[in-house]
């Protein structure tokens, strides 16, 4: 999923520079919204691992 973030985010700023606006907002939006699920996700996975007992990897 970070994956698909820091593609959209690279996608946003080569069409940011090639004068794409309209593109460039739209996938910027997208890996914003893409990393903040992202974020989530992680944290409760960290926060069911600390919940069972596991030490930190």
């Known amino acids: 999923m970070l994956g698909w973030a820091l593609t ?3 996608v946003a700023i080569i069409a940011g520079v090639l004068g794409f606006g ?8 997208i890996a ?11 944290v ?6 600390a919940i069972k007992g596991k030490p930190p990897v």
Request: hydrophobic share 80%; charged share 5%.
């Open 8 to 10: 959209f985010l690279v």
């Open 22 to 29: 309209g593109i460039a907002a739209a996938s910027a939006g």
């Open 44 to 49: 409760v996975a960290m926060l069911m691992r």
């Open 32 to 42: 914003k919204v893409i990393f903040v699920i992202f974020l989530v996700l992680f």
